[in-house]
């Protein structure tokens, strides 16, 4: 009987370590470990100018800035400015004053199509930095050209404590499909998930955050964001006077006729409560209710 026992216990701790291995170190809703996002915005659609400021506002929102250890943007390589000229700007202004606002004091910012190398090394040495116990996860919110060469060039052995998640079948199609005047080819997210779904990389594809059947998305009227500008908690902390103003004005350098498109900040909802089929009051939430994870 004791041998019985023995033996079931240390069947129990097995699998207790197995599933601290696998499945808890990627968690949703956010629960523990590191956040790292590629965004493009320098080239073809003006929606990150908007998305980029918006994500950093509902991580700090949630008391998450230090939990945010890399920003890439401006990830589409092969370029900027052709068919949106001035974009690679809008995107600097977006990150940089969005950390400084927001409170993002120990994020590396990295402007990926001039620094290339650089954006891939820093992206590789966080996943090779994950464990267990300090789990990663990857917002895809531009081509997966810089997120593909990070993971190929880390230790396999690390993906099973990575998850990536993405929204967009542009995003996911783009490095091999190229629009008339440019000649690329690069990773996609097919490519991602035959080459490092093996080595147990978490791949998480959500509704499109543009909206769908059923639900609105991110991409809604501008009446939709109102409330940025004459919500009574405007001011709350860990947010400053002017700071909202600030974010208002970004979902308006990226208006699209009478609608703003920061879409893919809607991955941060998922991140943080497991919904994807996402409107802007789930943004108006988070953005009056702040807390500290």
């Known amino acids: 009987m004791l041998q019985k026992k023995s033996y079931l216990v240390f069947v129990f701790i097995f699998l207790f ?59 589409h390589i092969w370029g900027s400015d052709k068919e949106k000229p001035g974009a690679a700007a809008q995107m ?11 409170g993002f004091k120990k994020t590396k910012f990295i402007e990926a199509v001039t620094a290339q190398n650089f954006a891939i090394i820093e992206l590789t040495t966080q996943i090779n930095s994950s464990s267990a116990k300090d789990p990663l996860t990857i917002i895809a919110a531009g ?14 052995t690390k993906l099973k404590y990575v998850r990536l998640i993405s929204h967009s079948t542009w995003n996911d199609e783009h490095a091999d499909k190229p629009y008339d005047w440019e000649k690329h080819t690069g990773w996609t997210w097919e490519k991602i998930k035959e080459q490092f779904e093996k080595h147990g990389l978490q791949l998480d594809h959500i509704a499109d955050q543009n909206g769908g059947e059923g639900y609105d998305g991110l991409k809604a009227n501008v009446s939709k964001y109102d409330w940025l500008k004459n919500s009574p ?61």
């Open 92 to 102: 600097r202004e977006s990150a940089f004053i969005g950390a400084k606002l927001f």
């Open 17 to 75: 370590l197995f599933a601290l291995n696998t499945s808890f170190a990627q968690s949703i809703p956010f629960y523990t470990g590191r956040i790292a996002i590629s965004s493009d915005g320098n080239e073809h659609d003006e929606d990150d100018w908007a998305a980029t400021p918006l994500t950093l506002a509902l991580l700090a929102a949630n008391g998450l800035q230090d939990k945010l250890v890399v920003y890439t943007f401006s990830d």
């Open 233 to 293: 908690s405007k001011d709350k902390k860990p947010f400053k006077k002017g700071d909202w103003d600030w974010l208002y004005s970004r979902l308006e350098a990226a208006q699209k006729g009478g609608e703003f498109d920061p879409s893919d900040a809607g991955m941060i909802i998922y991140l943080l409560t497991g919904k994807d089929k996402t409107d802007p009051e789930d943004v108006r939430a988070m953005m009056e209710n702040p807390k500290k994870y």
């Open 143 to 156: 081509p997966m050209e810089i997120v593909g060469t990070a993971l190929n060039e880390a230790d396999s």
